[in-house]
């Protein structure tokens, strides 16, 4: 248990369905991370919150929408996905400002598309 | 359980070159790669080798794979103080349900 915890923990859906993953923290962090890890691809960066504000997307196609409404939760809005969008999603959160901070990662979901 | 092991902190001179070095335990690992952290940011991709290969190089960076010994090295030529920053170690094997961070290296360039 790291303290940071998602849901759900499978997701199976259409192209044209909307669904929600959600991360939670219980660490007391400011910084938030979404992460994308495909089965033939590295493990790549998607979006980063510091203190409820983004300050980092990574190109990520308008499909993938973030929303921060608070330190401790962390949610990825999917519409129209692909199915090459399949992949294990991760979360992670860490102290945030401007130092290094150990990053602590949440069990993942792993997205299906259909 | 499966691990990653690196050494944690690396000081060297501006123009020297670096090298940091990684062991691993996982004899299915797939992918190895090497991950960037500068302060305040996610992790960032630096390269990666597939576990069949020996050698890999990408301008400054040259990765040695020596799948015997579990050893995984990442050395960067000609050292600047942009390259500060703590890089991470990962192992990833087969599906996506195997990826192992080590704890990281903090690379310290001074002048």
């Known amino acids: 248990e790291t303290g940071v915890t998602q849901t759900p923990r499978h997701l199976v859906m259409g192209m044209t369905n909307k669904k929600s993953l959600k991360c939670e923290q219980h660490?007391?962090?400011?910084?938030m991370y979404w992460y994308k890890q495909s089965a033939k691809k590295p493990l790549e960066l998607m979006f980063v919150?510091?203190?409820?504000?983004?300050?980092e997307n990574n190109s990520v196609p308008s499909r993938f929408s973030p929303e921060c409404p608070n330190s401790s939760h962390l949610f990825l809005h999917l519409h129209t996905l692909q199915p090459e969008d399949s992949a294990l999603y991760l979360c992670?959160?860490?102290?945030?400002?401007?130092?290094?901070?150990?990053?602590?990662f949440g069990p993942g979901t792993r997205l299906t598309v259909l | 359980g499966e691990d990653v092991e690196q050494s944690l902190f690396l000081s060297v001179r501006e123009g020297d070159s670096s090298v940091i070095n990684c062991t691993y335990t996982?004899?299915?690992?797939?992918?190895l790669y090497w991950y960037k952290q500068e302060p305040g940011a996610g992790l960032q991709l630096l390269t990666y080798?597939?576990?069949?290969?020996d050698m890999k190089q990408d301008q400054r960076l040259t990765v040695l794979l020596n799948k015997k010994d579990k050893h995984l090295s990442l050395r960067i030529a000609d050292t600047q103080t942009g390259d500060s920053a703590i890089y991470f170690c990962?192992?990833?094997?087969?599906?996506?349900?195997?990826?192992?961070f080590g704890a990281g290296t903090r690379l310290a360039v001074h002048p």
């Open positions: 996982d004899s299915s690992s797939t992918y």
């Open positions: 919150y510091n203190f409820k504000e983004q300050t």
């Open positions: 990962l192992s990833f094997s087969g599906g996506y349900n195997k990826l192992i």
């Open positions: 080798i597939f576990s069949n290969m």
């Open positions: 992670a959160s860490s102290q945030g400002g401007g130092d290094y901070n150990e990053q602590f």
């Open positions: 660490l007391g962090h400011n910084a």
